[in-house]
């Protein structure tokens, strides 16, 4: 399946905090940049980060399976195993969860793993992985 790249800018109050973290902690290679802003390639979608202090990034939580997630929050689909690589990467880099990784609708349709962290700047993420991913949708 072939889809649109995204574009997305977010803000961060610490450059040099956002390049340790989407550079050297995700593994992002960085782009264009300025004083003010750094583009990143996030798996082939444009992610920039903009220094913006003081700004709020979260409005709130939802409640999702006994969870509070944060809204809002973007992240990637992955595939399992590059899933539990980067969980890994982040618990071997002491980056604390927001919600732990863990498995979703097991043997069900859109069986899923999830997680959710914030960057430096609180910037909340979700990574997830389908066992399916023709099941991105299903019900």
Same mark, same amino acid.
């Given at each position: 399946m072939t889809r649109p790249g995204f574009h997305l800018a977010i803000p961060v109050d =610490?450059?040099?905090?956002s390049r340790a973290f989407y550079?050297? !902690?995700? *593994?992002?290679?960085?782009?264009?940049?300025?004083?003010?802003?750094?583009?990143? =390639?996030?798996?082939g979608?444009?992610?920039?980060?903009?220094? !913006?202090? *003081?700004?709020?990034?979260e409005a709130g939580r939802n409640?999702?399976?006994g969870h509070d997630v944060p809204v809002p929050h973007f992240g990637l689909i992955l595939s399992v195993d590059a899933f539990h690589?980067?969980?890994?990467?982040?618990?071997?880099a002491d980056?604390?969860?927001v919600i732990e990784p863990y498995q979703r609708f097991a043997g069900e349709p859109g069986e899923q793993w999830t997680m959710f962290l914030h960057d430096p700047a609180g910037n909340a993420l979700e990574f997830k992985a389908?066992?399916?991913?023709?099941?991105?949708f299903a019900k």
């Open positions: =610490d450059l040099a905090a550079g050297d !902690v995700l *593994g992002l290679e960085e782009g264009r940049s300025s004083t003010q802003w750094v583009d990143w =390639d996030f798996h979608h444009q992610l920039v980060t903009h220094v !913006v202090p *003081g700004a709020p990034p409640p999702v399976d690589v980067l969980a890994d990467r982040l618990r071997g980056i604390p969860f389908f066992r399916d991913e023709s099941q991105l």
